[in-house]
């Protein structure tokens, strides 16, 4: 399986193991591959009252639509549903609202409303008018740790498509 990568353009996170798609590490419940997520930003997004169920491992966040899983560790067996969680996870089935930005709180609507009412037709144009990527803490606030940079340019690409 390829790595997944997203830009480290707005924080700076230069931890490569929070690019990559870990090997033979599949979610306990549909068998997907996942992400691996440092623990720092675990403990960031599960509920306060679960933080001390997490330990200091990392955990893989479960990339399927349609599975309510979100972090899971193999090794310990812990888990953590949709309903676990502080935010959305923007790709999941059902997430509302739909982040594109997670520190900024920028939804995939506000990006796409950018492009197609407003006439954005780049990543420039969007940061200015939504203010998407100016608060980075990414690797607290984003699910998966890293800067959202990719998750705009999809919803950019998106509302290119609706024109």
Do not use: R
């Not at 591959?33 to 955990?59: A, C, R, S």
């Not at 935010?87 to 594109?100: H, L, R």
């Not at 990527?133 to 998106?158: T, V």
């Amino acid at each position: 399986m390829e790595k997944e990568t997203l830009s480290n353009c707005c924080c700076g996170n230069s931890g490569e193991s929070s690019c990559e798609v870990g090997k033979n590490n599949l979610c306990p419940v549909c068998e997907k591959q996942g992400t691996l997520v440092k623990n720092i930003t675990v403990k960031h997004m599960v509920l306060d009252e679960l933080t001390e169920q997490i330990g200091d491992n990392d955990y893989f966040l479960c990339m399927s639509k349609e599975c309510d899983i979100t972090y899971y560790n193999p090794e310990s067996n812990i888990k953590f549903n949709k309903q676990q969680v502080k935010v959305p996870i923007w790709f999941k089935k059902g997430a509302n609202p739909k982040y594109a930005c997670y520190c900024s709180k920028v939804t995939e609507e506000q990006v796409i409303n950018a492009v197609i009412k407003d006439g954005a037709e780049n990543m420039k144009d969007v940061l200015k008018l939504t203010g998407a990527m100016k608060n980075a803490q990414c690797q607290k606030n984003n699910p998966l740790g890293k800067c959202c940079h990719q998750i705009i340019q999809d919803a950019i690409d998106k509302g290119l498509s609706m024109k």
